[in-house]
């Protein structure tokens, strides 16, 4: 039997932010909480309202076990679904589900995490989800029982998948370890190492341009285009790659890449370890097989230069709080100017030492390819786990 979701749970939205908060109280989740809150984060790093400021400004509360995504914003993109732990408050961009005793909360939570909300947005302008077009997703009404057993599997696959990902953390925080062990803070420089400006390190500093025609001269294949979502920490992503023929990426000669070129993001927000802004990344492909829009940034370093080591560097937490301080422009979007790009510091000990550290980074990086391998296994079992629990397959 399926039902409608309004019919066996209420959907609401919450209320706008207070403009004062508090040391004790109920905590307050905003829309960019959920991605900390769905890796592992936990409520008490959330801001509070006491119950004098929750009826100051009438918030709704809402109980435990209430099910919350972005329904507004670029955060209504990400699919991100929290239950709660405790009772809460909660801010206009985020809709809540709550269940009645027909429902499964966890049960829900994996359904919404199938269905992705964000198919719901009409407008990719500004991302937005009805709360009626909410209410209308349809839903089987298994026995309670039932869903509580399809949970049970969901979760034990979950964890799995979560256990790998927790995995791949773990190398990172020993990739900088040993960095911080050798070399200290890349910003601060407490041992006093020599420092080059990146320019001096490079012979091409530049950015790509946007083809006239903008997106209608994109083809299936051909010549790939990397924009800012492609470019990530350490990380290309082809999800979404463009691709442009031979006689655009010809008169865009100045932005062809060559293999072991930096990429940079020039433009976005910096609220976050994953905000658009100062996300640096390596080409590996082969040379002039590849170009860049005007967002991102092309960093090609001298022969001489170790690039692994340059790039750890544009990589790290300290170097993002450099990047935040030097960037310009308004909350919603920075940028980076080339001449920001051309004077960042770049520590520059004895080179046998940064051998000495790529080639440790070079073993973890082979361990991270293992485990990715397992992430992506872990990851569609949980899919086709999910596809079957709601085709009505898995039990």
Known sequence: MIVRLGDIAKVTAGQAAPKKFSNEGLPFIRAGHLEELTNGGKLCSLP???????????????????????????????????????????????????????????????????????????DSAYPSIRLEDINNLKIPLLPLTIQKQIAEILESAANLRDKTEHLLIEYNALAKSIFLDIFGDPVANQKGWKVHKLKELSTNIGSGNTPKGGSKVYVDEGITFFRSQNVWKNNLLLDDVAYIDKAT?????????????????????????????????????????????????????????????????????????????????????????????????????????????????KLIEQQKILAKQELKESEDLFNCLLQKAFRGELL
Not at 271 to 280: I, P
Not at 288 to 302: C, E, F, M, P, S
Request: charged share 30%.
């Open 48 to 122: 509070k309202v006491s119950d004098d400021i929750i009826k100051e400004k009438r918030l709704k509360r809402l109980p435990k076990n209430s099910i919350l995504f972005a329904k507004s914003g670029m955060s209504a993109t990400k699919n991100r679904i929290y239950i709660t732990e405790e009772e809460t408050c909660y801010v206009s961009h985020l809709a809540a589900v709550l269940p009645n005793k027909t429902f499964d909360a966890l049960f829900l939570a994996k359904f919404l995490s199938w269905f992705k909300p964000s198919k719901l947005i009409l």
């Open 249 to 361: 990426h010809d008169k865009m000669k100045n932005s062809s890449l060559k293999n072991g070129d930096i990429l940079m993001t020039k433009t976005g927000r910096i609220n976050t370890e994953n905000s658009s802004l100062g996300r640096a990344a390596m080409y590996l492909g082969e040379d002039d097989k590849a170009n860049v829009n005007g967002h991102v940034y092309l960093i090609r370093l001298k022969k001489n230069v170790i690039n692994e080591y340059v790039l750890f560097i544009l990589t790290t937490n300290e170097y993002r709080e450099h990047i935040r301080r030097v960037c310009v422009g308004g909350i919603d979007k920075r940028q980076l100017n080339k001449n920001h790009l051309e004077e960042f510091p770049i520590i520059y000990p004895p080179i046998e030492l940064q051998k000495k550290f790529t080639e440790k980074l």
